[in-house]
């Protein structure tokens, strides 16, 4: 588990164990998220309104639209940028069911479902009885028995970046956003979409780097342990295997070691998830 040959907070390299569980054969769809509201009635983080309080701040000091319901969806820049805020943009009206925003198209059925809250993935979670994998659980299922390795996914393993992020994407994979799940090649267990297409968010508070001695079955830091230098004021969780948006100039966690801290209140359009069992899902 992890692997030093990117980034620091990948490592360091070592051997640890997980029991067995199941795991989702992809990421949870949009039909299955849909499935969950019919049934429940549940509403999404990014349907409601802001919670100003959760935010520290006061509330004359933000701009109306960002305590409008909404979420973070990438809008590509019209010049070359290193700069996030440049590709980042709270959207009012984004959610699960408008991806783009209110003006642009619905969601697809087969892709995976976007701009989720922690507390939403949970309560899919509950419902189906499923939860979500442990950083260490998702490694190993999507490491599948490979060796670290810091290559670019061909064209036909993962959906990814290809040309100049953020303003040339060459599509040389069939897609420039998330593609519908399994339409790439799966992993020696299975499993599509394991690295690309939609980051996924783990149950583990994050932390740059890994603690040597968390060998047998490892969960990570607690909530009091944890750290995000990205986000120094949010206690984040673990999310794994990047996204259509990573691209060799400037991301490269298109791989299983990849991680990194996600806000936990806001979703996002290229991040979703999966689930996993601890008995089979049939039996559920």
Not at 137 to 147: F, T
Not at 213 to 228: E, L, N
């Amino acid at each position: 588990m992890g692997s030093q040959l990117v980034y620091a907070e990948e490592g360091p390299e070592r051997e640890t164990t997980v029991d067995g569980f199941w795991i989702d054969p992809h990421e949870v769809t949009n039909a299955q998220f849909a499935a969950f509201v019919e049934a429940t009635g549940y509403v999404t983080v990014a349907e409601k309104p802001v919670d100003v309080g959760l935010l520290g701040v006061p509330r004359e000091s933000l701009p109306p639209d960002l305590l409008k319901p909404g979420s973070a969806v990438f809008v590509p820049p019209d010049r070359p940028s290193n700069r996030y805020q440049d590709w980042w943009q709270y959207v009012p009206g984004a959610s699960w069911k408008r991806p783009r925003g209110p003006s642009g198209p619905s969601h697809e059925p087969k892709q995976p479902v976007v701009h989720l809250a922690h507390a939403d993935m949970l309560a899919y979670a509950d419902w189906r009885g499923g939860r979500l994998p442990t950083e260490a659980e998702w490694e190993y299922a999507a490491s599948a028995g490979q060796s670290a390795s810091a290559e670019q996914p061909s064209d036909s393993q993962a959906n990814s970046w290809q040309g100049v992020f953020p303003v040339v994407n060459e599509k040389a994979d069939g897609f420039y956003g998330a593609a519908p799940v399994g339409c790439f090649s799966p992993n020696a267990f299975g499993l599509y979409d394991m690295t690309g297409n939609v980051w996924e968010v783990t149950g583990d508070f994050y932390r740059p780097g890994h603690d040597p001695a968390d060998r047998d079955r490892p969960s990570g830091p607690s909530d009091t342990d944890a750290y995000d230098p990205l986000n120094p004021d949010l206690v984040t969780r673990v999310m794994k295997g990047g996204s259509y948006l990573c691209a060799p100039n400037y991301c490269q966690r298109y791989r299983p070691q990849s991680r990194q801290g996600r806000d936990p209140g806001l979703g996002a359009s290229n991040v979703g998830f999966r689930l996993v069992y601890d008995v089979p899902p049939e039996a559920l």
